[in-house]
Nanobody
Framework: QVQLVESGGGLVQPGGTLRLSCAAS????????MGWYRQAPGKQRELVAH???????NYADSVKGRFTISRDNAKNTVYLQMSSLKPEDTAVYYC?????????WGKGTLVIVSS
């Protein structure tokens, strides 16, 4: 079973940029659909961005045009490039891997957007 480790979170000012990484173990990473989710305090976890095994992407309306999801199958890593960050982007960001009905979650990385 794949294991996921997120990194790259931190404190950033509004309007800034940040890149999150999610490193996956296992030899069949390229077969997984990958996603980034986030959970803000007091709110439900929500989908931020998703990328299929073939590279098709989709985004939450709130991040379209600001966030970009990508994957490097040679490095078993999926990225979330975030720009024009807003205070409302503050949340714990989780990486997710899905394959044939199985879902795996990382432990999350905290992003705080504040001046």
């Amino acid at each position: 079973q794949v294991q996921l480790v997120e990194s790259g979170g931190g404190l950033v000012q509004p309007g800034g940029t940040l890149r999150l990484s999610c490193a996956a173990s296992g030899s069949i990473f390229s077969l997984y659909a990958m996603g980034w989710y986030r959970q803000a305090p007091g709110k439900q976890r929500e989908l931020v961005a998703h990328i299929t095994d073939s590279g098709n992407t989709n985004y939450a309306d709130s991040v379209k045009g600001r966030f970009t999801i990508s994957r490097d199958n040679a490095k078993n890593t999926v990225y979330l490039q975030m720009s024009s960050l807003k205070p409302e982007d503050t949340a714990v960001y989780y990486c997710n891997a899905g394959l044939s009905g199985m879902t795996v979650w990382g432990k999350g990385t905290l992003v705080i957007v504040s001046s």
